[in-house]
C-alpha cells in the first residue's frame, strides 16, 4: 500500500498543513486585500481538503505508527468540521471588514486550528491527540484575543488560555497515569490490554477521570462549563461564530472515540461521568439561559444545552448512539451556522447586535430575517418539523434502545424548559411593539447569503428527504 | 373509488395556498387579495373534505383512502395517511370551522394580515395532516408543530396578556407532548412498527401499557384539557383574537379527545381499564367544579372558555365508559361542542368587534337592538345547554345512557353538570340579551351584518342539522368505533 501514494489517508491533513503555510505567506506579500484575498484563498484550500477527505483511500492503514486512524466516522466528522470552517469563514469576513480587524492572519488562524481539529478526530494515541488538541487551541486562543484593543477580546483570550491551560494540565496528568498503568498509548493497545481485566484498578479510573474533566472542558460540558459564556461574550462575533460551530464538532467526535475506542469495555466506569455531563449540561443550559439578556451568552448557554443531548447518544452507547450523534451534530452545525449568519448581519444603530432586546420590531423591518430566526430558534428547541427536532428524535431512540428510560424524560423536560428562552426570542421580535421602527439594519454579502440559505434550506426541508444524511450516518462505524 | 391522493390534496391544499400568499406583496390595497386567496384555498378545501364524506365507505370499519409512503429508510416510519370514520369528522370539523375563522377575522385584523392569514393556512394543514396520519410519529409531528402557529395567533394578534396566555399554552402544551413523544419511542422498541392501525392490538406488557398510557395522558389531558391541568385554557380562550379561540375550542381541544380514542383505548386497553376510576373522577370533577367556576365569571368569554371544560368532561367520561353509546356520544359531543363553542366564540367577536369589551355587566338589552343576533345566540347557546333538537342533546344522551351501564354515580354526576350547564348559560343569556338597554353606548349598535350572517347561519343549521338527523354522523363512525370497542374487550377478557 505504501507505494501508491493516494492511499495514504494522511494526505488531506498534510496537504491542509502545508496550504496554511502558503495562506501565511500569501497574506504576508499581499499588499492590498490582504485579509479578503487570504479568506478567499483559505475557503478554497478547505474546499479541496474536502475532497481529499471524501475521496480518500477507505483502507484502514494507519500511518506513523498508528498515531491516527481512520474510519467512516472520523471521516463524517471531519467533513463536518470542514463545513463548518468554510461556513463561518464565509459568514464572518463582511463582519471583520466592518470593524475594521483586518489581520491576514485570522483565517489563517482558523487553517491550523482546523487543522488541529482533523488531527483530534483521527488520533489513535494519547500523545498524538493531546498535541492536536494543543493545537487547535493555541490558534483559538490568539484569535479570541485577536482585537487587542478591545480590553473584553484580550480579556477572553487570557481567560481562555488559563483554563484551556489548566484543562490540558488535567488530561496530560490523565494521560500519564492510563499509561503508567496500561504500559501504552495507543487506543488499541490500551483496549487490548485492558480487555484482559475485569474492572479497573484504581489508577486507571484516576487516569480515566482525568481525561474526562478535560475533555469535558472541550467540549464546556457543566460542571466544566464556566468559560464558555465568557469567552463567546468577550471574543468579536464572528469568532464567537467560530468557536460555536467548529470546535465542538472535534471535540464530540474526539469524547465519542476515547470513550467507545480504549474503553469500550468499561462502559459502566465512564458512562456515570458522561450520565452525570449530560444531565448538569442539559439543565444549566436550558435555566441559565432564561436570565440571558446578551445573545451571544445565551447562545453558549444553548450551546452547552446542546452538547447534553450529544452525550445522552454517547451514554447510549449504541450503534444508534453514533447515528444520534452525527445527525444531532449536524443539526447543530446548521443552526449555529444560520443564526451566525444572521447575527454577523444586523446593526442596531451601527452597531453589532447583542442585546436580544434590540431585536424588537424586526419582523416590521426585516419580515424575512425574522421568520428565519424564528426557525432556527423553533429548530433548535426541537419543535418539529424542523431538523432540529430529528436530531433530538434520534438521540431519544438510541436512548430508549439502551433503556435509558429517566435519561430520556429528564432530556425532554430540559428541552422544554429550553423552548423558553428560544420563543422569547421570538416573542421580542413579534410580541412587542417596537416605538422606534427602521434602527435596525440587515446588510449580508452574496456568499453569506448563500450559506445562510442553504443551511436554513436544509433546516426546513430535511424533512422531505431525511434519507440521505441518516443513511451516511447510520453506516458510520467508530 | 378515487384514484388520485385525496387525502394528500386536502392536507397540502392550505399549505399552497400559504406559500401562493408569501408571494403576494402587502400593503393597504393588496392585504384584501391575501384575504381572499385565503378564504379560496379553505374554502377549496373544505369542498374537497365534503367528497371524502360523499364517497365514505360506511360498511369498512378500517383505514380508507390510505396513500403510503417510505419516508425514513432506517426505520419503519411512514408517511402513511388515511380516513377512518372517527377522523372523517374532525377532519371536516377542521375543513369547515377555517373558512368560517378566515372570514370572522376579515374585517379586525388589521395589522400583518399576511402573517395572520399563513398562521391560520399553516394551522389547518397540520390540523387536517394529525387527524388523517396513521403513522404516530407523523401523528407526532403534526401534533406539536400546531404549537407553531397557535403561539404566534395569540402571541401576536392577542389581547393584553397575550404574552403570558401564549408562553403558557406552549409550554404546557410541549410538557405534555413531549412525553409522548418518548412513549412513541418506547412503543416503536417494543413492536418495530409506528402504524397506529397495527398498534391497536395490544402488543405490550401490562407495566408497560402503565407507564405507556401515563405517558399519553400528560399529554391528552393538557389538549383536552382535564381537570386539573386545564389552566392554560381560560387564559389562552381569553386573550386569543376570535378565530384563534374558535379553532383553540373547535378543533384544538378535539386532538385531546381523538388521541385518547385512538392511542389509549385502542393501543393500551389493559392500562386503560386500570384507569377508568381516576379518569371518571378527573371528568365529574371537571364537569361540576369548572360549571360553578363558569357560574362566577365576569367575562363572557371566559365563562365560555371554562363550559368547554366541563363539555369536555362530559366526552371523556364518554371515551373511557367504552361502550357504543358511551363511544359515539362521546364524538357527537365533540362535534357539536366544536360547532357550538365555535359559534358562540364568534357570537361574543360579534359583539366585541362593536364595543371592544367582554364585560357582562356592559351589555344588556341587546335584543331590543340586535333581534337576528339574539336568535342565532339563542340556537347555539341551547345547542351548548343541549336542548333536544340540537347537536348537543344527542351527544348528552348518549353519555349517560352509557354510563348507566358503568355507574349510576357517574351518571348523577354527569347530569348535575348539565343541569348547572343551563344554569350558567341561561343566566349568560339573560344578561346580556333581555331587559331594557340600560348602557347608553348600546344604543346604536347594529345588528349583525351580511357578512357575520354567512358566518353564524351555516353553524346554526348544522347545529339544529346534527340535533335532527344524527345518524347522518353517526353511520359513519359506527364501525371504526365498534371495532375499538372489540378490541378493548377482547384484550380485557384474558
Not at chain 1, 441559565?288 to 450551546?303: E, P
Not at chain 1, 416573542?427 to 440559505?453: A, T
Not at chain 2, 385512538?262 to 381499564?273: C, I
Not at chain 2, 354522523?473 to 374487550?489: A, Q, V
Request: hydrophobic letters at 55%; one cysteine or more.
Amino acid at each position: 500500500m505504501l507505494n501508491n501514494i493516494y492511499n495514504i489517508f494522511f494526505i488531506p491533513e498534510i496537504f491542509l498543513a502545508c496550504s496554511s503555510f502558503v495562506c501565511l505567506l500569501f497574506g504576508l506579500f499581499l499588499k492590498k486585500n490582504a485579509f479578503r484575498q487570504t479568506s478567499n484563498l483559505a475557503v478554497f484550500v478547505l474546499l479541496l481538503t474536502i475532497l481529499l477527505v471524501y475521496y480518500g483511500s477507505e483502507s484502514n492503514f494507519a500511518n506513523y505508527k498508528s498515531l491516527f486512524s481512520h474510519s467512516s466516522f472520523i471521516n463524517f466528522f471531519k467533513i463536518l468540521a470542514l463545513l463548518g470552517s468554510i461556513a463561518s469563514i464565509i459568514i464572518s469576513k463582511d463582519y471583520f471588514l466592518g470593524i475594521k480587524l483586518k489581520n491576514f492572519e485570522i483565517p489563517v488562524l482558523f487553517l491550523f486550528s482546523t487543522l488541529g481539529m482533523m488531527l483530534m478526530i483521527a488520533s489513535n494515541n494519547l500523545m498524538s491527540m493531546y498535541l492536536a488538541i494543543e493545537l487547535q487551541s493555541l490558534s483559538l486562543y490568539v484569535a479570541a484575543a485577536i482585537k487587542r484593543d478591545s480590553i473584553s477580546s484580550a480579556e477572553s483570550g487570557v481567560k481562555y488560555f488559563i483554563l484551556g491551560a489548566l484543562s490540558s494540565g488535567i488530561l496530560l496528568y490523565g494521560f500519564s497515569l492510563i499509561y503508567g498503568f496500561t504500559g501504552s498509548m495507543n487506543f488499541n493497545d490500551i483496549s487490548f490490554y485492558l480487555s484482559k481485566y475485569d474492572n479497573l484498578n484504581l489508577g486507571l479510573i484516576f487516569g480515566l477521570v482525568f481525561v474526562m474533566v478535560g475533555l469535558a472542558f472541550k467540549v464546556s460540558a457543566v460542571p466544566f462549563h464556566m468559560w464558555t459564556p465568557d469567552v463567546y461574550e468577550g471574543a468579536p462575533n464572528s469568532i464567537t461564530g467560530f468557536f460555536a460551530i467548529v470546535p465542538k464538532i472535534a471535540a464530540v467526535a474526539l469524547i465519542y472515540r476515547f470513550c467507545l475506542v480504549p474503553f469500550e469495555n468499561f462502559y459502566l466506569e465512564w458512562s456515570q461521568i458522561i450520565l452525570f455531563l449530560s444531565i448538569a449540561s442539559m439543565f444549566l443550559g436550558a435555566i441559565a439561559a432564561i436570565a440571558q439578556s446578551n445573545i451571544k451568552r445565551l447562545l453558549a448557554y444553548s450551546s452547552i444545552g446542546h452538547i447534553g443531548y450529544i452525550l445522552i447518544a454517547l451514554v447510549a452507547s449504541n450503534d444508534d448512539g453514533i447515528k444520534a450523534a452525527s445527525i444531532y451534530m449536524f443539526s447543530y452545525m446548521l443552526m449555529n451556522v444560520a443564526i451566525f449568519a444572521i447575527l454577523l448581519s444586523l446593526k442596531v444603530k451601527n452597531e453589532y447586535l447583542i442585546n436580544i432586546s434590540d431585536l424588537k420590531g424586526l419582523s416590521k423591518s426585516n419580515p424575512i430575517v425574522s421568520l428565519s430566526i424564528s426557525i432556527i430558534m423553533l429548530s433548535m428547541a426541537g419543535i418539529p418539523p424542523f431538523i432540529g427536532f430529528f436530531g433530538k428524535f434520534y438521540v431519544f431512540i438510541a436512548a430508549i434502545e439502551q433503556e435509558l428510560y429517566v435519561l430520556s424524560v429528564l432530556g425532554v423536560l430540559a428541552s422544554v424548559i429550553s423552548a423558553f428562552y428560544y420563543l422569547r426570542i421570538i416573542k421580542i421580535m413579534y410580541f412587542d411593539e417596537s416605538k422606534s421602527e427602521g434602527i435596525i439594519n440587515f446588510q449580508i454579502s452574496f456568499q453569506s447569503k448563500i450559506i445562510l440559505s442553504l443551511s436554513l434550506f436544509v433546516i426546513i426541508c430535511f424533512i422531505f428527504y431525511p434519507s440521505l444524511l441518516i443513511n451516511i450516518s447510520a453506516s458510520l462505524t467508530i | 373509488m378515487i384514484d388520485w391522493p385525496l387525502v394528500s390534496v386536502i392536507i397540502f391544499l392550505p399549505l399552497i395556498g400559504a406559500l401562493i400568499i408569501l408571494f403576494i406583496k402587502e400593503d393597504e390595497l393588496t392585504s384584501i387579495n391575501i384575504k381572499w386567496a385565503a378564504l379560496l384555498a379553505t374554502l377549496g378545501t373544505f369542498i374537497l373534505s365534503l367528497i371524502l364524506w360523499l364517497q365514505f365507505d360506511y360498511s369498512n370499519p378500517s383505514y380508507q383512502y390510505e396513500e403510503k409512503f417510505r419516508w425514513f429508510d432506517d426505520f419503519n416510519f411512514f408517511y402513511h395517511v388515511g380516513v377512518d370514520g372517527i377522523s372523517l369528522f374532525m377532519i371536516l370539523l377542521s375543513t369547515f370551522l377555517t373558512p368560517l375563522c378566515i372570514l370572522a377575522s376579515w374585517n379586525n385584523i388589521k395589522k400583518r394580515v399576511k402573517e395572520y392569514m399563513l398562521s391560520f393556512l399553516f394551522l389547518e394543514t397540520v390540523m387536517i395532516g394529525m387527524f388523517a396520519s396513521i403513522d404516530i410519529l407523523l401523528f407526532y409531528i403534526f401534533f406539536e408543530a400546531v404549537l407553531i402557529p397557535m403561539y404566534l395567533i395569540i402571541g401576536i394578534w392577542g389581547g393584553n396578556r397575550r404574552i403570558y396566555a401564549s408562553f403558557k399554552f406552549f409550554l404546557y402544551t410541549l410538557l405534555g407532548s413531549v412525553l409522548m413523544l418518548i412513549a412513541i419511542i418506547v412503543m416503536y422498541r417494543n413492536t418495530s412498527s409506528m402504524s397506529i392501525e397495527f398498534l391497536q392490538g395490544n402488543y405490550f406488557s401490562y407495566n408497560t401499557q402503565l407507564f405507556l398510557w401515563l405517558a399519553f395522558f400528560a399529554s391528552f389531558a393538557v389538549k383536552i384539557p382535564m381537570w386539573p391541568f386545564h389552566t392554560w385554557l381560560p387564559d389562552a380562550h381569553v386573550e386569543a383574537p376570535t378565530a384563534g379561540s374558535v379553532i383553540l375550542a373547535g378543533v384544538l381541544l378535539k386532538m385531546g379527545g381523538y388521541g385518547f380514542i385512538r392511542f389509549s383505548l385502542g393501543m393500551l386497553p389493559e392500562a386503560t381499564e386500570f384507569f377508568i376510576p381516576l379518569i371518571m373522577t378527573l371528568s365529574i370533577v371537571a364537569i361540576v367544579y369548572t360549571s360553578l367556576v363558569a357560574l362566577a365569571q365576569t367575562d363572557i368569554k371566559k365563562l365560555i372558555a371554562y363550559s368547554s371544560v366541563a363539555h369536555m368532561g362530559i366526552v371523556t367520561i364518554g371515551i373511557f365508559l367504552v361502550n357504543q353509546q358511551g363511544l359515539e356520544g362521546a364524538m357527537m359531543q365533540m362535534i357539536s361542542h366544536g360547532l357550538v363553542s365555535a359559534a358562540l366564540f364568534l357570537c361574543v367577536g360579534v359583539i366585541y368587534d362593536r364595543m371592544h369589551t367582554r364585560e357582562i355587566e356592559f351589555y344588556g338589552g341587546l335584543v331590543q337592538r340586535m333581534p337576528l343576533y339574539a336568535t342565532v345566540f339563542m340556537i347555539f347557546m341551547l345547542g351548548s345547554v343541549g336542548l333536544p333538537g340540537t347537536s348537543g342533546f344527542i351527544g348528552e344522551f348518549l353519555v349517560i345512557v352509557g354510563a348507566f351501564k358503568f355507574s349510576s354515580y357517574v351518571v348523577i354526576g354527569a347530569a348535575f353538570g348539565i343541569i348547572l350547564s343551563a344554569v350558567y348559560m341561561l343566566y349568560l343569556y339573560k344578561r346580556i340579551i333581555f331587559g331594557t338597554i340600560t348602557n347608553n353606548k348600546l344604543a346604536d349598535i347594529l345588528d349583525i351584518n351580511t357578512r357575520e350572517k354567512i358566518i353564524l347561519i351555516p353553524l346554526a343549521i348544522s347545529v339544529i342539522l346534527l340535533g335532527i338527523f344524527p345518524n347522518l354522523f353517526l353511520d359513519p363512525m359506527r364501525l371504526s368505533l365498534e371495532l375499538i370497542i372489540t378490541n378493548y374487550e377482547i384484550a380485557n377478557a384474558k
